[in-house]
Protein backbone atom coordinates (compact mmCIF):
# COMPACT_ATOMS: atom_id res chain seq x y z
CA UNK A 1 0.00 0.00 0.00
CA UNK A 2 1.53 3.54 -0.73
CA UNK A 3 2.30 5.75 2.11
CA UNK A 4 -0.49 7.52 4.11
CA UNK A 5 -1.47 11.06 2.13
CA UNK A 6 -1.20 14.44 4.39
CA UNK A 7 -4.88 16.02 4.99
CA UNK A 8 -3.47 19.26 3.31
CA UNK A 9 -2.53 17.15 0.36
CA UNK A 10 -5.97 14.75 0.68
CA UNK A 11 -7.90 18.42 -0.18
CA UNK A 12 -5.64 19.73 -2.91
CA UNK A 13 -6.28 16.26 -4.46
CA UNK A 14 -10.01 16.59 -4.02
CA UNK A 15 -10.11 20.44 -5.61
CA UNK A 16 -8.55 19.53 -8.75
CA UNK A 17 -10.77 17.46 -9.39
CA UNK A 18 -14.07 19.43 -9.21
CA UNK A 19 -15.67 21.59 -11.23
CA UNK A 20 -18.80 23.64 -10.33
CA UNK A 21 -22.30 22.16 -11.31
CA UNK A 22 -24.25 23.97 -13.92
CA UNK A 23 -26.65 26.87 -13.12
CA UNK A 24 -30.62 27.23 -12.52
CA UNK A 25 -32.42 30.49 -13.15
CA UNK A 26 -34.84 30.70 -10.04
CA UNK A 27 -37.71 33.36 -8.51
CA UNK A 28 -36.04 34.90 -6.00
CA UNK A 29 -38.14 33.68 -3.36
CA UNK A 30 -37.02 30.49 -4.10
CA UNK A 31 -33.30 31.17 -3.20
CA UNK A 32 -32.57 31.22 -0.24
CA UNK A 33 -29.61 29.11 1.08
CA UNK A 34 -28.36 28.94 -2.68
CA UNK A 35 -25.42 30.27 -4.38
CA UNK A 36 -25.12 33.06 -7.37
CA UNK A 37 -23.08 31.71 -10.47
CA UNK A 38 -21.56 35.78 -9.95
CA UNK A 39 -21.01 38.44 -8.56
CA UNK A 40 -24.81 40.08 -7.90
CA UNK A 41 -24.47 43.67 -7.81
CA UNK A 42 -27.53 46.53 -7.14
CA UNK A 43 -29.15 47.53 -10.74
CA UNK A 44 -30.61 50.53 -9.10
CA UNK A 45 -29.22 53.12 -6.42
CA UNK A 46 -31.50 52.19 -3.12
CA UNK A 47 -33.17 54.32 -2.75
CA UNK A 48 -34.01 55.32 -6.21
CA UNK A 49 -35.72 58.65 -5.15
CA UNK A 50 -35.03 60.92 -2.22
CA UNK A 51 -37.70 59.43 0.51
CA UNK A 52 -39.04 61.48 3.39
CA UNK A 53 -38.51 59.61 6.91
CA UNK A 54 -41.27 61.50 8.85
CA UNK A 55 -44.07 62.47 8.20
CA UNK A 56 -44.43 66.37 8.19
CA UNK A 57 -43.89 69.32 5.48
CA UNK A 58 -41.21 69.17 2.85
CA UNK A 59 -39.53 72.82 2.33
CA UNK A 60 -37.76 74.86 -0.18
CA UNK A 61 -34.12 75.64 1.84
CA UNK A 62 -34.60 79.43 -0.11
CA UNK A 63 -37.90 80.02 2.23
CA UNK A 64 -36.57 79.92 5.40
CA UNK A 65 -32.61 82.17 4.19
CA UNK A 66 -32.32 85.28 6.48
CA UNK A 67 -36.07 84.22 8.25
CA UNK A 68 -35.88 83.25 12.11
CA UNK A 69 -38.79 81.11 13.14
CA UNK A 70 -41.84 81.09 13.17
CA UNK A 71 -42.53 80.90 9.69
CA UNK A 72 -46.30 81.01 7.70
CA UNK A 73 -46.28 79.45 4.37
CA UNK A 74 -48.89 77.94 2.00
CA UNK A 75 -49.57 74.37 1.37
CA UNK A 76 -49.30 73.28 -2.30
CA UNK A 77 -50.28 70.14 -2.11
CA UNK A 78 -49.84 66.57 -0.33
CA UNK A 79 -47.43 63.45 -1.22
CA UNK A 80 -48.23 60.35 -0.16
CA UNK A 81 -46.09 56.83 -0.05
CA UNK A 82 -46.24 55.69 -3.65
CA UNK A 83 -47.71 58.86 -5.70
CA UNK A 84 -45.34 59.48 -9.06
CA UNK A 85 -46.61 62.73 -9.83
CA UNK A 86 -44.42 64.63 -8.41
CA UNK A 87 -44.24 68.85 -9.06
CA UNK A 88 -40.93 70.67 -8.13
CA UNK A 89 -41.35 73.22 -4.71
CA UNK A 90 -40.68 76.77 -5.49
CA UNK A 91 -39.56 79.20 -3.01
CA UNK A 92 -42.08 80.45 -0.43
CA UNK A 93 -43.73 77.02 -0.58
CA UNK A 94 -44.65 73.86 1.73
CA UNK A 95 -45.75 70.53 0.41
CA UNK A 96 -47.51 68.10 2.82
CA UNK A 97 -45.13 65.10 2.46
CA UNK A 98 -45.84 61.05 4.57
CA UNK A 99 -43.33 58.58 5.37
CA UNK A 100 -41.35 57.41 2.16
CA UNK A 101 -42.86 59.64 0.09
CA UNK A 102 -40.96 61.28 -2.78
CA UNK A 103 -39.23 64.55 -1.73
CA UNK A 104 -40.40 66.65 -4.90
CA UNK A 105 -37.28 68.81 -6.67
CA UNK A 106 -36.60 72.23 -4.50
CA UNK A 107 -36.92 71.06 -1.55
CA UNK A 108 -34.07 70.25 1.38
CA UNK A 109 -35.80 69.20 4.19
CA UNK A 110 -38.58 67.94 5.73
CA UNK A 111 -39.99 69.25 8.38
CA UNK A 112 -42.28 66.91 11.26
CA UNK A 113 -45.76 67.60 11.93
CA UNK A 114 -44.89 67.86 15.59
CA UNK A 115 -42.43 70.95 14.69
CA UNK A 116 -45.66 72.71 13.05
CA UNK A 117 -49.22 74.18 13.55
CA UNK A 118 -51.58 73.78 10.50
CA UNK A 119 -54.48 76.14 9.57
CA UNK A 120 -56.64 77.43 6.64
CA UNK A 121 -54.10 75.72 3.69
CA UNK A 122 -51.45 77.00 5.66
CA UNK A 123 -48.23 75.82 7.77
CA UNK A 124 -46.94 77.33 10.57
CA UNK A 125 -43.25 76.14 10.76
CA UNK A 126 -41.86 76.95 14.23
CA UNK A 127 -38.22 74.91 14.10
CA UNK A 128 -36.92 74.33 10.50
CA UNK A 129 -34.47 71.56 11.40
CA UNK A 130 -31.03 71.57 9.45
CA UNK A 131 -30.45 71.21 5.45
CA UNK A 132 -30.70 67.10 4.71
CA UNK A 133 -32.91 65.91 7.58
CA UNK A 134 -35.61 63.54 7.15
CA UNK A 135 -34.36 62.74 3.83
CA UNK A 136 -32.99 59.43 2.91
CA UNK A 137 -30.76 60.45 -0.61
CA UNK A 138 -31.03 58.30 -3.27
CA UNK A 139 -28.14 55.34 -3.14
CA UNK A 140 -28.39 55.28 0.56
CA UNK A 141 -28.57 52.11 1.11
CA UNK A 142 -27.05 51.01 -1.92
CA UNK A 143 -25.15 52.38 -5.01
CA UNK A 144 -25.77 51.15 -8.35
CA UNK A 145 -23.61 48.71 -9.35
CA UNK A 146 -22.90 48.33 -5.89
CA UNK A 147 -21.89 44.85 -4.63
CA UNK A 148 -24.36 42.30 -3.09
CA UNK A 149 -22.67 39.22 -2.90
CA UNK A 150 -19.98 37.40 -4.36
CA UNK A 151 -20.28 34.28 -6.49
CA UNK A 152 -20.87 31.27 -4.54
CA UNK A 153 -21.48 32.87 -1.26
CA UNK A 154 -24.99 31.50 0.56
CA UNK A 155 -27.68 34.11 0.05
CA UNK A 156 -29.47 34.73 3.59
CA UNK A 157 -32.73 36.50 4.38
CA UNK A 158 -30.68 40.06 4.08
CA UNK A 159 -29.57 39.33 0.24
CA UNK A 160 -32.86 38.54 -0.74
CA UNK A 161 -33.96 42.20 1.08
CA UNK A 162 -31.42 43.26 -1.05
CA UNK A 163 -31.65 42.09 -3.95
CA UNK A 164 -35.48 42.62 -4.45
CA UNK A 165 -35.26 46.45 -3.53
CA UNK A 166 -32.48 46.68 -6.37
CA UNK A 167 -34.78 45.30 -9.14
CA UNK A 168 -33.92 41.38 -9.09
CA UNK A 169 -36.82 39.34 -9.35
CA UNK A 170 -34.92 35.99 -10.22
CA UNK A 171 -31.08 34.71 -9.99
CA UNK A 172 -29.13 32.78 -11.69
CA UNK A 173 -27.67 30.14 -9.36
CA UNK A 174 -25.30 27.24 -8.77
CA UNK A 175 -27.51 23.85 -8.97
CA UNK A 176 -27.82 21.28 -5.66
CA UNK A 177 -25.23 18.90 -6.44
CA UNK A 178 -26.82 15.61 -6.61
CA UNK A 179 -24.40 13.21 -3.68
CA UNK A 180 -25.42 9.62 -3.28
CA UNK A 181 -24.10 7.20 -0.62
CA UNK A 182 -24.01 3.82 0.69
CA UNK A 183 -23.49 1.82 3.83
CA UNK A 184 -21.78 -0.98 3.84
CA UNK A 185 -21.77 -3.72 6.98
CA UNK A 186 -23.70 -7.36 7.00
CA UNK A 187 -24.15 -5.81 10.82
CA UNK A 188 -26.44 -2.94 9.64
CA UNK A 189 -30.43 -2.96 9.72
CA UNK A 190 -32.55 -0.87 9.56
CA UNK A 191 -34.38 -1.29 13.06
CA UNK A 192 -35.08 -3.76 15.83
CA UNK A 193 -31.32 -4.86 15.79
CA UNK A 194 -30.73 -8.74 17.43
CA UNK A 195 -27.90 -9.16 19.03
CA UNK A 196 -25.14 -8.81 16.86
CA UNK A 197 -26.80 -6.12 14.33
CA UNK A 198 -26.75 -2.36 15.02
CA UNK A 199 -28.90 0.22 13.23
CA UNK A 200 -26.54 2.17 11.32
CA UNK A 201 -26.74 6.44 12.46
CA UNK A 202 -24.74 6.94 9.30
CA UNK A 203 -27.72 7.00 7.01
CA UNK A 204 -29.08 9.65 9.04
CA UNK A 205 -25.69 11.62 9.80
CA UNK A 206 -25.10 11.91 5.95
CA UNK A 207 -28.65 12.82 4.76
CA UNK A 208 -28.30 15.87 7.18
CA UNK A 209 -25.07 16.58 6.80
CA UNK A 210 -25.29 16.83 2.66
CA UNK A 211 -28.65 18.83 2.94
CA UNK A 212 -26.77 21.04 5.48
CA UNK A 213 -23.93 21.41 2.62
CA UNK A 214 -26.58 22.29 -0.02
CA UNK A 215 -26.07 19.04 -1.86
CA UNK A 216 -29.11 16.86 -2.87
CA UNK A 217 -28.77 13.22 -0.71
CA UNK A 218 -29.72 9.71 -1.75
CA UNK A 219 -29.63 6.87 0.10
CA UNK A 220 -28.24 3.90 -1.50
CA UNK A 221 -29.31 1.35 1.09
CA UNK A 222 -27.09 -0.69 3.13
CA UNK A 223 -24.75 -3.14 1.75
CA UNK A 224 -23.36 -6.55 3.25
CA UNK A 225 -19.69 -6.90 2.83
CA UNK A 226 -19.56 -9.24 -0.13
CA UNK A 227 -17.92 -7.08 -3.27
CA UNK A 228 -20.00 -7.89 -5.93
CA UNK A 229 -23.37 -6.91 -3.74
CA UNK A 230 -21.45 -3.29 -3.22
CA UNK A 231 -20.44 -2.99 -6.56
CA UNK A 232 -24.19 -3.46 -7.82
CA UNK A 233 -25.37 -0.98 -5.76
CA UNK A 234 -22.72 1.53 -6.80
CA UNK A 235 -23.40 0.87 -10.49
CA UNK A 236 -27.14 1.37 -9.90
CA UNK A 237 -26.47 4.73 -8.33
CA UNK A 238 -25.75 6.19 -11.69
CA UNK A 239 -23.51 9.21 -12.35
CA UNK A 240 -23.92 12.11 -9.16
CA UNK A 241 -21.31 14.48 -8.80
CA UNK A 242 -20.13 12.57 -5.22
CA UNK A 243 -20.58 8.88 -4.07
CA UNK A 244 -19.24 8.03 -0.49
CA UNK A 245 -19.44 5.20 1.24
CA UNK A 246 -19.04 4.10 5.03
CA UNK A 247 -17.23 0.59 5.96
CA UNK A 248 -15.66 -1.64 4.46
CA UNK A 249 -12.14 -0.12 5.16
CA UNK A 250 -9.02 -0.70 6.93
CA UNK A 251 -6.75 -4.03 7.20
CA UNK A 252 -9.96 -6.30 7.91
CA UNK A 253 -11.45 -9.21 6.21
CA UNK A 254 -14.71 -8.08 5.15
CA UNK A 255 -12.94 -4.35 4.38
CA UNK A 256 -13.47 -4.39 0.64
CA UNK A 257 -14.03 -0.84 -0.98
CA UNK A 258 -10.67 -0.75 -2.28
CA UNK A 259 -10.72 -3.80 -4.30
CA UNK A 260 -14.78 -2.46 -5.39
CA UNK A 261 -13.76 0.87 -6.48
CA UNK A 262 -11.36 -0.69 -8.58
CA UNK A 263 -13.52 -3.69 -9.79
CA UNK A 264 -16.09 -0.49 -11.00
CA UNK A 265 -13.48 1.40 -13.00
CA UNK A 266 -12.64 4.03 -10.57
CA UNK A 267 -9.21 5.91 -10.06
CA UNK A 268 -7.84 5.89 -6.82
CA UNK A 269 -5.86 9.21 -5.36
CA UNK A 270 -5.38 7.96 -2.47
CA UNK A 271 -6.12 4.78 0.45
CA UNK A 272 -4.74 6.58 3.81
CA UNK A 273 -4.78 9.77 5.11
CA UNK A 274 -2.05 10.53 7.68
CA UNK A 275 -4.56 11.59 10.52
CA UNK A 276 -6.78 9.96 12.85
CA UNK A 277 -9.95 8.58 12.82
CA UNK A 278 -9.78 8.41 8.85
CA UNK A 279 -6.35 6.39 8.40
CA UNK A 280 -8.57 4.16 6.31
CA UNK A 281 -9.95 6.55 3.24
CA UNK A 282 -9.80 6.21 0.28
CA UNK A 283 -10.45 9.52 -2.84
CA UNK A 284 -11.19 8.12 -6.06
CA UNK A 285 -12.56 9.82 -9.46
CA UNK A 286 -14.98 8.37 -12.22
CA UNK A 287 -15.67 10.24 -15.12
CA UNK A 288 -17.39 13.30 -13.17
CA UNK A 289 -18.07 11.25 -10.32
CA UNK A 290 -16.29 11.76 -6.49
CA UNK A 291 -15.95 8.67 -4.82
CA UNK A 292 -15.11 8.82 -0.91
CA UNK A 293 -15.10 5.94 0.97
CA UNK A 294 -15.24 6.50 4.95
CA UNK A 295 -14.54 4.40 8.03
CA UNK A 296 -17.65 3.15 9.04
CA UNK A 297 -18.00 4.76 13.05
CA UNK A 298 -20.11 7.99 12.71
CA UNK A 299 -18.19 10.02 15.20
CA UNK A 300 -15.24 9.22 12.07
CA UNK A 301 -17.65 9.84 9.37
CA UNK A 302 -18.75 12.90 10.65
CA UNK A 303 -15.02 14.54 10.85
CA UNK A 304 -14.03 13.46 7.41
CA UNK A 305 -17.49 14.85 6.25
CA UNK A 306 -16.56 18.33 7.45
CA UNK A 307 -12.62 18.00 5.98
CA UNK A 308 -12.75 16.42 3.15
CA UNK A 309 -16.51 16.10 1.54
CA UNK A 310 -18.08 19.38 2.68
CA UNK A 311 -15.62 21.29 0.76
CA UNK A 312 -16.25 19.60 -2.10
CA UNK A 313 -19.82 20.41 -2.03
CA UNK A 314 -19.15 23.69 -1.78
CA UNK A 315 -16.68 24.13 -4.39
CA UNK A 316 -19.72 22.30 -6.66
CA UNK A 317 -21.56 25.23 -6.04
CA UNK A 318 -18.54 27.74 -7.12
CA UNK A 319 -17.61 28.15 -2.63
CA UNK A 320 -13.42 27.11 -3.21
CA UNK A 321 -10.94 27.07 -0.41
CA UNK A 322 -10.95 24.37 1.93
CA UNK A 323 -12.15 25.32 5.99
CA UNK A 324 -11.53 28.58 7.39
CA UNK A 325 -8.11 27.74 9.88
CA UNK A 326 -8.26 30.37 12.58
CA UNK A 327 -6.26 29.53 16.46
CA UNK A 328 -7.99 29.46 19.18
CA UNK A 329 -7.67 29.10 22.96
CA UNK A 330 -8.21 25.97 24.32
CA UNK A 331 -11.08 25.30 26.94
CA UNK A 332 -10.44 21.96 28.41
CA UNK A 333 -7.11 19.78 28.61
CA UNK A 334 -7.03 17.29 25.71
CA UNK A 335 -5.66 13.79 26.63
CA UNK A 336 -4.66 11.63 23.64
CA UNK A 337 -4.01 7.72 23.28
CA UNK A 338 -0.37 8.06 21.54
CA UNK A 339 1.41 9.17 19.12
CA UNK A 340 1.94 9.32 15.60
CA UNK A 341 -0.35 11.56 13.77
CA UNK A 342 -2.53 13.86 13.38
CA UNK A 343 -5.95 13.88 15.71
CA UNK A 344 -9.31 15.43 14.80
CA UNK A 345 -11.71 16.29 17.52
CA UNK A 346 -15.08 17.47 16.91
CA UNK A 347 -15.12 21.20 18.99
CA UNK A 348 -17.44 23.85 20.10
CA UNK A 349 -16.23 27.29 19.53
CA UNK A 350 -17.05 30.78 21.02
CA UNK A 351 -15.64 34.08 20.75
CA UNK A 352 -14.77 36.18 23.95
CA UNK A 353 -13.15 39.34 23.51
CA UNK A 354 -12.44 39.19 19.95
CA UNK A 355 -10.34 35.86 20.34
CA UNK A 356 -11.91 32.53 19.72
CA UNK A 357 -12.25 29.69 21.99
CA UNK A 358 -12.90 25.93 21.56
CA UNK A 359 -13.38 22.89 23.71
CA UNK A 360 -14.28 19.32 22.84
CA UNK A 361 -17.85 18.38 20.99
CA UNK A 362 -19.95 16.56 23.82
CA UNK A 363 -21.80 13.41 21.88
CA UNK A 364 -24.93 15.29 21.89
CA UNK A 365 -23.37 18.85 20.94
CA UNK A 366 -23.29 19.86 17.40
CA UNK A 367 -19.97 20.85 16.53
CA UNK A 368 -18.71 23.79 14.74
CA UNK A 369 -15.33 23.20 14.20
CA UNK A 370 -12.42 20.63 13.60
CA UNK A 371 -9.56 20.78 16.52
CA UNK A 372 -6.24 19.35 14.81
CA UNK A 373 -3.66 18.39 17.03
CA UNK A 374 -0.43 17.60 16.27
CA UNK A 375 0.76 13.72 16.09
CA UNK A 376 3.84 14.24 18.55
CA UNK A 377 1.63 15.72 21.43
CA UNK A 378 -0.18 13.71 23.80
CA UNK A 379 -1.70 15.97 26.30
CA UNK A 380 -2.50 19.59 25.39
CA UNK A 381 -3.38 21.50 28.18
CA UNK A 382 -5.96 24.38 28.55
CA UNK A 383 -5.34 28.02 27.56
CA UNK A 384 -2.70 26.49 25.14
CA UNK A 385 -3.74 28.23 21.90
CA UNK A 386 -4.83 25.43 18.64
CA UNK A 387 -5.63 25.51 15.37
CA UNK A 388 -8.95 24.59 14.04
CA UNK A 389 -11.29 24.42 11.37
CA UNK A 390 -14.01 26.49 11.63
CA UNK A 391 -17.33 24.33 10.02
Not at 167 to 182: E, Y
Not at 282 to 310: C, K, M, Y
Amino acid sequence: MADPTSLKNARKLIMAHVSPVDGETLPLQDCLNRRPVCNLLSTIPVPHFRQSTMDGYAVNGKSLAGVKPPLELPIVGEIAAGCTTIAALAKGEAVRIMTGGSVPAGADRVIPFEWCREAAGRVIIYRFGPKGRFIRQVGTDLNKGQLIIRKGETITPCHLHLLATSGMPQVRVFARPHVSFLCTGSELVEQSPLPGQIISGNRALLDGLIRQAGGIPRYLGAAVDETDHIAMKLQEAGQPRIIITTGGMGPGKYDLMGEVLEKIGVKIFYRALQVRPGRATIFGVRDQTLFFSLPGPPPAVHILFNELVRPAILALQGKRGVPEKVRAVLKEDIVIRKRGVLKLKNGITAVRSGLFTVRPAGLTEPSTATILIPGNRRRIHAGEKVTIHLH
